[in-house]
């Protein structure tokens, strides 16, 4: 006992490990174990449903009532983040459903972006999904353009798109910043049906005020489970469900705990929350 408390010693006065973090290390190995759990566990995997998303749900009949107005559809990432962004990640994976519902209804899909890189890959994701829809020779590069990197810049040329185009359906879904309003007003002018999304709180209040459907935070990240139905995707939605019960559970029990050692008068009753 006397020689592990040594061992002990000598691992924190030597620096190779950093006591402080000792909670953080917890927490992650908690966090690892839950993900594994939830994407390996078979059963785990068929149980689990994500609820149903008003906002995604009408995706496809945004993209039917563009169809069937002959008009085109607008998709946009927003001009606050990169391809780095879990946003606009997320964004990619619900323009991939979107692509290869347009292709099937052989409606246009066009895509301004403020971003080269972003460009690149959008076109890479829609050709590769009119390609999976049967229908590649709809595919039109010239759709999906790069506009400016100026953030007015970029509002101004997107709101001329939807000027001259008046697109029946509108996709604003990715990192949004003061660019979001406008663009919103400018499609519910032309009585365009709307489906935005962003994890900016602030950029939040002008979508849901503006557009017919808002994904909300983490909606946004969960699109593409809820979508593509994919395992994997749905497992790490429901990790992140589970680390949230465990997070509430565990902060429920401080405030009790503190509360029943403040009353008893015992010193010290909080040092396991740190």
Same mark, same amino acid.
């Given at each position: ?16 490990? #950093?006591?402080?973090?000792?909670? @953080? ?7 690892? +174990?839950?993900?594994?759990? @939830? ?7 068929? %149980? ?20 069937? =107005? ?19 990640? !997320?964004? =990619? ?9 347009? +292709? +099937? ?12 890189? *972003? =460009? @690149? ?21 010239? #759709?999906? /353009? ?5 953030? $007015? ?7 001329? =798109? ?7 359906? *509108?996709?604003? &879904? ?7 309003? *406008? ?12 489906? !935005?999304?962003? #994890? ?5 209040? $002008? $979508? ?6 808002? &994904? ?5 990240? !969960? ?6 139905? #994919? %395992?994997?995707? &749905? ?8 680390? %949230? ?13 503190? /509360? ?13 929350? $740190?």
């Amino acid at each position: 006992m006397y020689s592990n408390i040594v061992i002990v010693d000598a691992i924190v006065n030597t620096g190779w490990f #950093d006591i402080t973090t000792l909670s @953080t290390l917890i927490v992650s190995i908690i966090s690892i +174990a839950i993900v594994l759990y @939830t994407t390996y566990h078979r059963k785990s995997r068929d %149980k689990f449903k994500i609820r149903e998303i008003a906002g995604l749900k009408a995706v496809e009949n945004a993209i039917g009532r563009a169809t069937e =107005m002959a008009r085109p559809v607008l998709y946009t990432p927003g001009w606050g983040g990169d391809i780095q962004r879990s946003t606009t990640i !997320a964004s =990619m994976n619900i323009l991939s459903y979107v692509a290869e519902q347009t +292709a +099937a209804y052989g409606c246009q899909l066009v895509y301004p972006t403020h971003d080269p890189v *972003i =460009m @690149t890959v959008a076109q890479e994701v829609i050709k590769e999904s009119y390609t999976h829809s049967g229908y590649p020779d709809r595919f039109r590069a010239e #759709d999906v /353009t790069y506009v400016s990197s100026s953030q $007015f810049g970029y509002a101004a040329a997107v709101d001329g =798109m939807i000027t001259r185009l008046k697109p029946a359906s *509108i996709f604003l &879904l990715g990192t949004f910043e003061a660019e979001s309003l *406008i663009l919103a007003e400018t499609g519910n002018s032309i009585n365009a049906i709307q489906i !935005a999304g962003t #994890d900016s709180t602030i950029q939040l209040a $002008f $979508f849901i005020v503006a557009c017919d459907y808002t &994904l909300i935070g983490e909606e946004l990240f !969960a699109a593409s489970g809820y979508l593509s139905g #994919d %395992k994997s995707i &749905l497992a790490s939605v429901r990790a992140q469900d589970i680390m %949230k019960v465990l997070i509430a559970v565990f902060l429920l029990s401080a405030v009790i705990w503190e /509360t029943v050692a403040t009353i008893s008068g015992i010193s010290g009753g909080s040092w396991w929350m $740190f």
